[in-house]
């Protein structure tokens, strides 16, 4: 049986979703032509198969992605706290091996995976703190990083101040609160 959700916080607004719909159009739009009949000759048949084969699966998670992110929040219970965006992002971090908090700006690198401005989700690289998995509605700038173990989450709740109260009873003794006031 789950633990009872004591706080669930919403992630701060962002335009990051009209990004991902840019994206989202423009994988569409480039796959068109291999639906299309006529466009290409019947002699090209397998560069359509391989096209749909990369086209079809991305525009699908695009989609998912896009769908999950009205559901995005950080839940606290006793024991955890819970990021989630949609099903597809899910991180549980015992409450009991985190060791700082704090806000801070990360340093992005040129290889990432899902960051665009307003938005970044999963596992995503940074030069300065190596790989942080996001579920925030900011890529870099004002990130609440988590550290637990050798792991680090970043999120970005939209009420810092309320977050910081409910999260820090929860918070070993040892653990370090750098999140500055708001």
């Known amino acids: 049986m789950a633990a009872p ?14 990004w991902l719909i840019g994206l989202t159009t423009l994988v569409a739009v480039s796959a068109l032509p291999l639906v299309m009949p006529g466009l290409l000759p019947p002699e090209e048949r397998g560069a359509v ?9 991305l525009l699908a ?14 839940d606290l219970t006793n024991d955890e706290l819970m990021l989630s965006c949609g ?3 899910r991180y549980r971090i015992p409450c009991a091996e985190i060791t700082d908090v704090r806000r801070t700006t990360l340093t992005p690198t040129l290889w990432s995976s899902m960051r ?8 995503v690289l940074y030069a300065d703190t190596g790989t942080v998995k996001m579920c925030a509605t900011r890529m870099s700038r004002d990130i609440l990083l988590v ?3 050798k792991r680090r989450y970043g999120l970005t709740p939209s009420d810092e101040a309320a977050f ?18 708001v």
Do not use: C, N
């Open 61 to 74: 998670f695009l989609l998912a992605i896009l769908a999950s992110l009205p559901a995005m929040r950080y």
């Open 147 to 149: 550290s637990a173990g």
């Open 5 to 18: 959700v004591l706080a669930s916080f919403k992630p701060a607004r962002s335009y990051g979703w009209a």
């Open 116 to 123: 665009m401005p307003g938005l970044a989700i999963g596992g």
């Open 164 to 181: 910081m109260t409910a999260l820090s009873p929860l918070l070993p003794r040892t653990a370090t609160s750098g999140a500055a006031e």
């Open 49 to 57: 198969w391989i096209g749909l084969g990369i086209m079809v699966p």
């Open 87 to 89: 099903p597809l992002y």
